[in-house]
């Protein structure tokens, strides 16, 4: 275990805004992460940071790593285990390498195991939890439990761990046989072509309403390209919030405000982060 006292955090978020954390506390292997648990208090889990927006103020907590959970194990039968520190791109890169198939629809999506696995991340139609078997997870009272996903509650972007505040170890996954490597490359493709991929965002900020796209409303509702501060709703794809070089915290909550605020009465939807905000 490493523990790095009074860390900055700026480079943890994928939209480079954060200030100094008490400790950063990096794990490497799951008994460490229940020690961390014991030891220390006011703790948040961080995976890659693609979807934390962190406060750029003092930030009175303590942030545990899970960079260095990234072992892959294949199992009998196309089961795999991963630990929750593996990114989603280098579990298809093992998927493509042993021929297995699943969750290529979701390529492209920055994030780690732990995270997708913990919000129920997914695209075109494809949710983590489809290929989910079973997950370890440290449950309160500091105890590593394995639960099957028929056990688990779960929903679009909601799952039971989310409520319950458990901490992603590992997952073990049921996919098929045949990789699609045709589906992946094309998705890469259009996110890149779709996607403003060039400044520092954390992607998708909003959920998608029930049988409506969160970026057709905020686009119809005239903001797509509106500045507050240093920060920016994107031409290209209006649920990006973009850090143009010094954008504040305060700016991407403004930001929030003004799309939610402006969508709300136009259309009258209530929009939902999908981001998670350390204040």
């Known amino acids: 275990m490493k523990v790095l006292e009074q860390q900055i955090m700026k480079e943890y978020s994928n939209m480079k805004i954060g200030g100094k954390a008490k400790r950063l506390i990096i794990v490497e292997n799951k008994e460490e992460m229940k ?9 948040l889990l961080l995976g890659n940071g693609t979807n934390l927006l962190l406060n750029d103020g003092y930030l009175d907590y303590n942030f545990v790593s899970t960079e260095k959970l990234n072992r892959i194990e294949k199992l009998e039968k196309n089961r795999v285990y991963v630990e929750a520190g593996v990114d989603l791109d280098t579990l298809l890169a ?23 696995t913990y919000m129920n991340g997914g695209a075109f139609g494809t949710e983590i939890f489809d290929f989910i078997d079973e997950i370890e997870v440290l449950t309160e009272g500091n105890i590593i439990q394995s639960i099957k996903k028929k056990d688990l509650y779960v929903r679009y972007r909601k799952t039971e761990i989310q409520e319950k505040k458990w901490i992603v170890l590992s997952v ?17 493709k259009s996110r890149e072509e779709k996607h403003p991929l060039d400044k520092p965002s954390l992607g998708s900020t909003f959920k998608n309403p029930e049988g409506d796209f969160a970026a057709r409303l905020i686009s119809e509702a005239g903001l797509k390209g509106r500045k507050v501060g240093g ?49």
Do not use: C, W
């Open 94 to 116: 093992f998927m493509e390498k042993e021929n297995l198939s699943g969750i290529e629809k979701m390529a492209g999506i920055p994030g780690s195991i732990g995270g997708l």
């Open 231 to 279: 920060a920016q709703i994107a031409e290209k794809h209006p649920n990006f919030v973009l850090n143009l070089g010094e954008a504040t915290f305060q700016d991407i909550l403004d930001t929030l405000d003004l799309v939610k605020k402006t969508v709300k009465e136009k259309f009258g939807v209530q929009l939902e982060e999908e981001i998670i905000i350390i204040r």
């Open 35 to 43: 020690e961390a648990y014991e030891k220390y208090d006011s703790l």
């Open 172 to 188: 073990i996954f049921q996919f098929q046989t045949g990789f699609d490597k045709s589906t992946v490359e094309e998705i890469k």
